[in-house]
């Protein structure tokens, strides 16, 4: 049963946080109005106070300045109680929630713009007050009643009468109590609710010295709530009970913006020009170990992309911003808080007036920007674009996290993903030394130049953040640089540790039955650049030679040049067409190999040189990422 009792209506911007006390009375006075003078303690005011085993006279609550109590309706002795400042009270819309038990009371917060900013209109607060019942084993309220499935925020608090070793882990349990808990926390896991209470600290305190402290307070929330739950501590005094006072605190939660990245679309290039004119790499060793030539080509590599950092700024992406924005919508929502404002002071209806007013001429006004800005980007569509529209039409699909047994955080979820996709495989013997090849051909700016022709500018770089519209304007600048920084690598047929690291960002399959499997995802792997353009050169090289070998069956269409699937399609076109005109009939079977992509299918060796050999094995130890798995934005 819900009784409304206040009918405000506000923005909710005006608590920067949400704090919530509970403790228990224990039934005593003095306990009451020793708890209610300490919140002078705390950094805000308690917006929520949720009390068990108030005391009473007559069934009537004791009243303190700028707080409402409540608690369930008569007949007997109110067993728990919920006091709702009168701030709150007169900014949102509250509403009091009574259940079959008396030992159990919720509170309704209606916050018209969401709770802190999200799309959640509604936030409950229940008090709860587990008292024992004969038999000895049962409780006052059964688990379903306290855990319940809801969309909306929910916080569950208050003396539960439970010990549990999630929140005393240091306890000794006997097997009735950990049987009798054990229903309670497994009822709130299964919704799921999360346990608040930091585990080992202590919230009783007995009077007696021979009793152990223990933990008889518990707090829950939903998902929905967890991610605006700041704090769970106990930082009041002693009130004068065996119970210390918990302090839940709510407050927005913190987005973590991505680090600064270069905005390489400001990229100075006159300056980079000057600079480079007098940039050299530093010569490579002259019979190099593995770990030599790396480190020269970590060196050489830092070098140059220090120099074409410092010269572009630096961006931050944020979460808010949107294109439609504009200064004049600056200017109408400065003037609706400032309205809203001057009413909160003087609720009149003239200033009531004038924030309605306001605000319908700046929602209207968003309305406009919104579809200006919607109605332009369709004009100047073009078809690369075309998805974009589509994808801004129906919005984003519900970004799935991967849930995955055993991985109870980020950390373990990743090291999941990673053996399930890049499994370990014994290393290659170390070489002691590197020897270039004899016959090797030296990389030239002919073949750096043809592989970025190939590179689209919108291709997303790796841990590098280089795109390759900024290497095709340094080679163009300076042709000579990059071969001068890939030849030792090619010479030498070795993949140094640093362009085998990437970023992987791991995506959701459609329309999977279960996503507790890595098979339901798939992840994009982005490397560095500079390792894209040295494998470009390598596959073009053995390509070629390939070609040239008759290694290569005529048929094939795919990863070949002035080949492609409308070839493949016409060739089976033709065959069909030719069997038919000999009145056969023809049937067609369509394979699809499994984990091709992760097969390096070896040219026989004895038709490729020493040199084409080494650079093969160079472009399959590619092949052997240290990605960092990451979920999709």
């Not at 170990?289 to 961006?315: C, E, G, Q, V």
């Not at 000999?582 to 394979?591: A, E, I, M, N, Q």
Request: charged residues 15%; aromatic residues 10%.
């Amino acid at each position: 049963m819900e009784n409304f009792f206040t009918c405000y209506t506000d923005s909710s911007a005006v608590f920067p946080s949400f704090p919530i006390v509970q403790h228990n009375c224990l039934g005593c006075w003095d306990v009451f109005r020793s708890l209610f003078h300490s919140f002078t303690m705390l950094p805000h005011p308690p917006l929520l106070v949720a009390i068990q085993d108030p005391p009473s006279r007559h069934s009537v609550l004791p009243t303190f300045p700028g707080l409402m109590s409540l608690a369930p309706p008569p007949p007997g002795r109110p067993r728990v109680a919920i006091y709702v400042s009168c701030t709150l009270n007169q900014h949102l819309s509250c509403s009091i929630v009574f259940h079959d038990s008396s030992e159990m009371l919720s509170v309704d917060v209606f916050p018209p713009e969401g709770l802190f900013g999200s799309p959640h209109r509604c936030f409950r607060v229940t008090s709860v007050y587990l008292l024992h019942r004969n038999p000895p084993p049962y409780r006052s309220i059964l688990p379903g009643w306290i855990f319940s499935f809801l969309s909306y925020p929910h916080l569950v608090l208050g003396d539960f009468n439970l010990h549990h070793p999630l929140a005393d882990p240091g306890r000794s349990l006997s097997e009735r109590e950990f049987i009798i808990s054990t229903r309670y926390i497994d009822a709130a896991f299964d919704i799921p609710y999360h346990l608040l209470n930091t585990p080992g600290v202590y919230a009783r305190f007995p009077f007696d010295t021979i009793s152990r402290p223990s933990v008889l307070d518990l707090a829950f929330a939903n998902t929905a709530l967890s991610p605006l739950v700041s704090s769970w501590d106990t930082p009041l005094p002693s009130t004068g009970s065996d119970r210390v006072p918990s302090v839940i605190t709510l407050k927005p939660p913190v987005i973590m913006l991505p680090p600064p990245t270069p905005h390489w679309a400001l990229f100075d290039l006159e300056a980079v020009g000057k600079a480079l004119d007098t940039f050299t790499t530093l010569p490579c060793p002259a019979r190099p170990t593995p770990n030599s030539l790396s480190r020269w080509f970590d060196i050489s590599s830092t070098r140059l992309t220090s120099l074409l950092t410092s010269h572009t700024p630096s961006k931050r992406p944020c979460p808010r911003s949107k294109p439609w924005w504009s200064p004049r919508l600056s200017s109408l929502r400065r003037e609706y808080h400032r309205f809203a404002r001057i009413s909160r002071l003087d609720p009149s209806p003239l200033n009531w007036s004038n924030v309605k007013s306001s605000r319908r001429i700046y929602f209207k006004a968003i309305a406009s920007a919104k579809r200006t800005q919607w109605s332009d980007f369709l004009l100047s569509a073009t078809p690369r674009s075309l998805w974009t529209a589509k994808r801004f039409a129906f919005g984003r699909p519900l970004q799935r996290f991967p849930d995955l047994p055993g991985a109870s955080d980020p950390a373990e979820v990743a090291e999941t993903l990673l053996d399930h996709f890049f499994p370990s495989k014994p290393p290659p013997p170390m070489l002691l030394r590197l020897m270039q090849y004899e016959d090797y051909t030296p990389l030239t700016s002919e073949e750096i130049s043809r592989a970025l022709s190939k590179s689209s500018n919108t291709s997303a770089p790796g841990p590098d953040h280089i795109p390759y519209s900024v290497w095709k304007s340094v080679h163009r600048i300076k042709p000579s640089l990059l071969p001068s920084l890939l030849d030792p690598l090619l010479a030498h047929g070795f993949h140094p540790p640093s362009l085998k690291k990437a970023l992987g960002i791991v995506l959701d399959k459609v329309g999977k039955p279960s996503y507790d499997l890595p098979s339901s995802f798939r992840v994009l792997v982005l490397l560095r650049t500079l390792c894209k353009i040295l494998e470009r050169v390598v596959a073009s090289r053995l390509s070629a030679q390939a070609t040239i070998c008759s290694l290569i069956h005529p048929l094939q269409c795919g990863s070949l040049p002035g080949r492609s699937t409308a070839d493949a399609a016409l060739v089976l076109q033709h065959n069909v067409e030719s069997f038919h005109h000999l009145r056969y009939k023809v049937s067609t079977l369509f394979l699809d190999v499994k984990g091709a992509f992760s097969i390096t299918w070896c040219l026989p060796r004895s038709s490729l040189s020493s040199a084409e050999r080494g650079s093969a094995r160079t472009l399959s130890s590619g092949s052997a990422l240290s990605s960092g798995i990451a979920p999709a934005a």
